[in-house]
Nanobody
């Protein structure tokens, strides 16, 4: 069994900062990529940022320069530092991990349950 647990969401005023954390645990052989998606009310889930095991990362255009993703491979943990928050950053933020549970297993994507981020203007 693999579990992803997020923490760090909450309510913040526009211009403020929040830091999200996500830990993957369980029968994990190797994590290849971890990332954050978000879903605003009435909208589709969208990629916010992702980081690969080699440290390379990509971001949605809407968060470039404001958000920073980082990871700790040894702890199967990913962080999302969110600065200069805007009202449009409001949504449920989901952590995901593309990982293998064994040497010969295929890669699967696992999801956390989500953490609410609300930015008041």
């Amino acid at each position: 069994q693999v579990q992803l647990v997020e923490s760090g969401g909450g309510l913040m005023q526009a211009g403020g900062s929040l830091r999200l954390s996500c830990v993957a645990s369980g029968s994990i052989f190797r994590v290849n990529t971890m990332g954050w998606y978000r879903q605003a009310p009435g909208k589709q889930r969208e990629l916010v940022a992702a980081i690969r095991s080699d440290g390379s990362a990509n971001y949605a255009d809407s968060v470039k320069g404001r958000f920073t993703i980082s990871g700790d491979n040894a702890k199967n943990t990913v962080y999302l530092q969110m600065n200069s928050l805007k009202a449009e950053d409001t949504g449920v933020y989901y952590c995901c991990a593309d990982l293998k549970v064994g040497l010969w297993s295929r890669e699967y994507r696992y999801w956390g349950q989500g953490t609410q981020v609300t930015v008041s203007s």
